[in-house]
């Protein structure tokens, strides 16, 4: 099993910044790839970006290219969601998720991951 810590959430104003982490512990040899998601109030869950433990490939969503990085550091089995110029409309309950592939990630089926943190709120005021 794998679990999945997330934190770095809270209150920002728009255009700032702010630093997401994802801890990974337990059988994280079998993960392949990290990816983070959100849900906003009353919306569905939003595949944001993804990335590869081993050779450190990248994937985005369009809502977020340019604006959101992610990265990893392997030593310390931990992933991280660098978000700059941050808008009211990114308030969300921010998720991280382990998967056996990119793609998988990508997707965001949720019965096809191994984990999903418990999230952490991100609220960008106006």
């Known amino acids: 099993q794998v679990q999945l810590v997330e934190s770095g959430g809270g209150l920002v104003q728009a255009g700032g910044s702010l630093r997401l982490s994802c801890a990974a512990s337990g059988r994280t040899f079998s993960t392949y790839a990290m990816g983070w998601f959100r849900q906003a109030p009353g919306k569905g869950r939003e595949f944001l970006a993804a990335?590869?433990?081993?050779?450190?490939?990248?994937y985005y969503a369009d809502s977020v290219k340019g604006r959101f990085t992610i990265s990893r550091d392997n030593a310390k089995n931990t992933v991280y969601l660098q978000m700059n110029s941050l808008k009211p409309e990114d308030t969300a309950v921010y998720y991280c998720?382990?998967?056996?592939?990119?793609?998988?990630?990508?997707?965001?089926?949720?019965?096809?991951?191994?984990?999903w943190g418990q999230g952490t709120l991100v609220t960008v005021s106006s």
């Open positions: 990335i590869r433990w081993s050779a450190g490939n990248t």
């Open positions: 998720a382990a998967g056996r592939s990119l793609s998988t990630v990508v997707a965001g089926s949720p019965n096809a991951l191994d984990a």
